[in-house]
């Protein structure tokens, strides 16, 4: 079946620009989260859904990034007025009930986003 | 708070030799305890896990032993090969509940090259 997907795989932006990144879960996969990884930081955790709502945004690193979720389904994580520092690739991962701890998240290929 | 920490790498080898990559946590509860991979040019996805202390996780000839009194989570393989050349993170998610259950807590990643 139809894993998780990202679009686009690939972004480039201009210092100050606002992107939008977008994420398919699995069919029917409730949790959705958003990572970050980076050389300097690693892989991080950005937030996290549990259908439409986001019980935890304590990852999102400030006020410029925002997340929301439609229809228990596709999610846009979009980060205003870029900086170089968002530089990095930005991860979906869905699991297929509530956020469990031993459930297994299902993790997209990944946009790389450069801000130039 | 939880923290994940990996041994420095990267790690080369030669074909068949044996492989340990250490992994050490932090973390109040008990919390679930994962390898992901990550090959060249793909999306994470799960090696193996482990659920509660004693339990060992294995896949693709990998294991690894949930070891509660040393708070460790380290990889073994007994013959690597070539095809094993990736990235490995070893992760933790809270049991702890509340909004930040399922959120994955990653290690820095280690890069391992197995050569012919």
């Known amino acids: 079946g139809a894993g998780v997907s990202q679009s686009p795989s690939n972004k480039v932006t ?3 620009k606002d992107v939008e990144l977008r994420c398919d879960p699995i069919s029917g996969h409730t949790a959705l989260y958003w990572y970050r ?14 259908g439409n709502s986001a019980p935890d945004k304590s990852g999102l690193p400030s006020d410029r990034f925002s997340a929301e979720r439609t229809g228990g389904s596709v999610s846009t994580l979009t980060i205003q007025r870029t900086q170089q520092e968002d530089s990095a690739v930005y991860l ?5 009930t509530g956020g469990g701890g031993a459930n297994e998240q299902y993790f997209g290929p990944g946009t790389r986003l450069t801000v130039t | 708070g939880n923290s994940v920490t990996q041994m420095e790498g990267p790690v ?3 074909e068949e030799a044996f492989l340990t990559i250490n992994c050490t946590y932090t973390a109040t509860g008990y919390p679930s305890l994962f390898w992901y ?6 999306g994470l996805q799960l090696l ?6 004693d ?18 989570f380290h990889l073994e393989k007994g013959s690597v090969q070539v095809s094993d050349s990736a990235v490995y993170f070893c992760a933790l998610s809270s049991s ?15 890069i391992l090259t197995v050569h012919p």
């Not at chain 2, 991979?37 to 793909?42: F, K, L, N, R, S």
């Not at chain 2, 509340?98 to 280690?110: D, H, P, R, W």
Request: hydrophobic share 25%; net charge positive; charged share 20%.
């Open chain 2, 55 to 72: 339990d060992k996780g294995s896949n693709k000839g990998f294991e690894a032993t949930y070891r509660k009194e040393t708070t460790s």
């Open chain 2, 96 to 110: 702890a509940g509340g909004t930040s259950y399922g959120k994955l807590t990653f290690g820095q990643g280690t």
């Open chain 1, 92 to 96: 979906c991962a869905s699991s297929p």
């Open chain 2, 12 to 14: 080369t080898l030669s």
């Open chain 2, 48 to 53: 193996l896990k482990a659920t509660k202390a």
């Open chain 2, 37 to 42: 991979v990550q090959y060249p040019g793909e």
């Open chain 1, 37 to 50: 990884q980076s050389l300097g930081q690693g892989l991080e955790f950005l937030i996290y859904f549990q």
């Open chain 1, 14 to 16: 201009e210092k100050g």
